[in-house]
């Protein structure tokens, strides 16, 4: 049987307690983001590609370097620690609420003609863009105001989400008429595809950290923020909402991820639906 200090021993950084301790309340400190005991493996994963690309031999070293706020190593130990797990239309009955409910809504009772999503958390982009398709696949939005927010901490994924290039493999589980109405190929790179123009011109992506000010004024009329919240901790999660709420519409919905819940958190939805609320004060 291996024990820990010999699985220790065999590793080619030796991450100790206090260094886990330090780089936990560093990430909490910049982020918000709570790394319990169980994310030690995914931080020493993540975190050692760092120590090798800066030529260090220990992770005391590396926690110097991010306990200083203006080093420009923060923004990197803050892309690392960030999860980004995402895909096109996941968790599709969010899209199926929002094609058949919302946006018959929008349509009957939107007099101005106006608009606002935000994805909070679009990590490389599929969740704004399976908005966009939504939004246009079942609106005629021509004569239409429409602008989605897309926010993320890290500034690498959303490099690739303005991009719009994605692995063909990413699409493979669209139905053909969508890959076709929405996406661009090139037989050079049959590797590759890309949205179409008219998806991305819908959408502004913009890094954001959640817990400092939110430059927006909102008001939106729906916001997703998925398997972000998990993150956090209790108190966190209830500012969280509170601002979302305050950002709200009247009536305006919020979709959560599929492990999170806002019972006991939040007072200021209602559920109408799976991890789908409604804003309700």
């Not at 991450?15 to 886990?20: A, T, V």
Request: proline share 3%; glycine share 6%; aromatic share 10%.
């Amino acid at each position: 049987m291996t024990t820990e200090a010999g699985l220790s021993s065999q590793r080619e950084f030796i991450l100790s307690d206090s260094d886990f301790h330090k780089i936990s309340e560093t990430a909490y400190k910049y982020t918000g983001i709570v790394l319990g005991d169980h994310k030690r493996d995914m931080v020493y994963g993540r975190l050692s590609r760092r120590l090798r690309e800066l030529g260090l031999s220990r992770f005391s070293d590396y926690c110097a370097l991010i306990t200083d706020p203006a080093h420009e190593e923060v923004s990197k130990f803050i892309n690392a620690i960030t999860t980004n797990l995402t895909s096109f239309f996941r968790e599709n009955h969010h899209f199926d609420f929002l094609g058949a409910k919302v946006c018959a809504e929008l349509a009957e009772h939107k007099r101005d003609r106006r608009i606002r999503a935000w994805s909070a958390g679009s990590s490389t982009g599929e969740e704004p863009y399976s908005i966009a398709m939504t939004l246009m696949g079942n609106m005629d939005l021509r004569q239409w105001d429409c602008k989605i927010l897309a926010t993320d901490l890290d500034s690498k994924v959303l490099d690739k989400a303005q991009q719009g290039v994605y692995e063909s493999e990413r699409v493979e589980q669209l139905a053909p008429d969508l890959k076709k109405r929405w996406f661009l190929t090139d037989r050079n790179h049959p590797d590759i595809v890309r949205v179409k123009p008219a998806l991305q011109e819908l959408i502004r992506f913009k890094r954001l950290n959640l817990l400092e000010t939110w430059p927006m004024k909102g008001p939106f009329d729906f916001i997703f923020c998925r398997n972000v919240m998990i993150y956090f901790n209790l108190e966190t999660q209830r500012k969280l909402l509170d601002g979302f709420a305050d950002m709200l519409a009247p009536n305006g919905y919020l979709f959560i991820g599929h492990s999170e819940s806002l019972h006991r958190v939040s007072d200021r939805f209602s559920p109408i639906g799976k991890t789908i609320y409604q804003k309700c004060r």
